[in-house]
DNA sequence: CTGAAAGCGCTTACAG
DNA sequence: CTGAAAGCGCTTACAG
């Protein structure tokens, strides 16, 4: 293993200064054309690159963005929501971009996550993603703003909450959905998800859902709701319950598509037939809701849209520039499991 | 904004020299008992971070692996493949279980990655992810070994690559489904994704197919094989030749699962069924393959142990330990697409 | 346009 | 057990 090579050793060859080598390096228009070019042509045969330790060091900026990937500690550790996958995605791709680093992480809600990256200059930013009990941590959130530290949060627009967020109308899309089950003909209804302040996304989702139901006079406070967490699991054992009690209704409103997985399983396990018997809907339009039988009707967030979103509003932040909530529209996907026009 | 607090800040405070701070932080034995604690006490009252810009610099090395996914740069850049998606969470949870940090890239094949992270001191090591034309990189990964980079690559194993390998057994779970739909009664196939020396995975299932038809005396040199890259789009245009040419087999062996949802879309827009009219076999059991109708049966890569075996041999490279290939058996998921046993 | 020098914030031999 | 000092490899005012 060679050692690696240095400015200096540059400078060496080339015959100029360290100085001179950096700047060259840093497209400087203070350096001479043709100085420019041997110092660059040198460092590319000597395979050299700027460490990026001590650039940084100098700099005090790390052209990096921190990820912060909070997860359900009790959901599945096996799998994460594909629809964080997807962000994922779309992040790391408007990161590259925008030619920054993205380092990913996993937090748990209980870690001392707060201030590590960008406080230890490996990031210049935050991205905060994942559902999860927003409430509990947002005495951190207070924290980061206070002490400066630059980032943006999917998730529920919220003016009480401290910092910019960039989210999908869950209200709407909840509110939405549910009318087009009305509009199908179903009448009786039941939700499943946790509509409580501990799962911000789910409760706006949860009001637009009783709102279109009292819309159309169609709410009743004991219409049946489930507190699920987004798993198949929690879907699955919500219809046992319902299946139990015998309290099957025309419409099943699920809070995620990965509930909606766990409720058509439960049913496909009953004699009812879905949407026959019973329509299902989800949210969040994950790449599986397209391939179930019957298709999956539910809400689309645009992932890849959000995921620009994101990284455009941080590095705004970061450059100083005044930066905005953002809410994005929910689009309904209208697949076979919410009935047809003429049921 | 606060300024930062630097180690001499905490020194100051303290009425210790900076040296002690850092030893005190570090957990360094060499330390009083006493003064450890008040220093780390002041430090966590100051919301002191180490900076690690300056202590990678200083030490040398990052705590940090790089991931770089390849993408094929035909694929709908809309959409990762999901396998890969599932294969960044695994590693993620693994860097995170290893204490090291993740900094996730996508790279085009032609770009000038191969240096980049390590040589700029932001990462230890590398894992190399993705499918794509390994041919055209391999000189990069030559150069990589020469460097002493530390690296590890997801994919074909072969003694003839440079660099450590972590990889499922392709050929075996080519042979294993193809003889699964012999065994099933089918007798005619054809065989969708690029079989050349461009993509070593799919040749490697495709050798696994060919072998398996040979060994039941079931392969002629003129069985159908399209070249098919991993997207929907290839396997859906693939069936219409098939469709076209009035030569649609029995079963049809994709070298991917995201080949063979394309395959069902095109059936399904045909007069065949399947798996009465034709079988339809997939590889990688991404979850939408338990959701199609009918229910692909495929190949399982189990991500899970994938990641943590990518990220426990780099940190055994990083700490130069001797390191070896790794071969994951493939294992077969049955489901309803290959036709039943009364077929 | 170029060079000498300071300094980013740490870690760690060295000396006590 | 502690402190003074060197140095990791850059960038960038400052002086020419």
Redesign the pocket.
Known sequence: MK?????????HIA????????????N?????????DRVQRIARELN????K???N????KSNTIALLLFEDPTSDDSMINPFFLSMLGSITRACANARYDLLVSFQNLDDDWHAEYEDS?KADGIILLGYGDYLSYRNKLSQLEEQGTHFVRWGAHDKEHPGVSIGCDNYQGGFDITEHLVKMGHRSFAFIGDAGSHAPEFMARHQGYVDALSKHGLWTEDTPQFDAISTEDSGFHAVQELLEQEALPDAIVCASDLIAMGVLKALRLSPYSVPEDVAVVGYDNIQVSGFTTPALTTVQQNTRLAGEILVNTLLKAIAKQEVHDYLMPAELIIRQSCGSDNS
Chains 1, 2 share one sequence.
Not at 28 to 36: A, G, I, K
Not at 48 to 51: A, E, F, N, R, T
């Open positions: 050692e690696k090579a240095t400015s200096f050793d540059i400078a015959g100029v200064s360290q100085s001179t080598v950096s700047r060259a390096l840093n400087s228009p203070l350096v001479n054309q043709e100085t420019r050299y690159k700027v460490d330790n001590a650039s060091l100098r700099t005090q200059n």
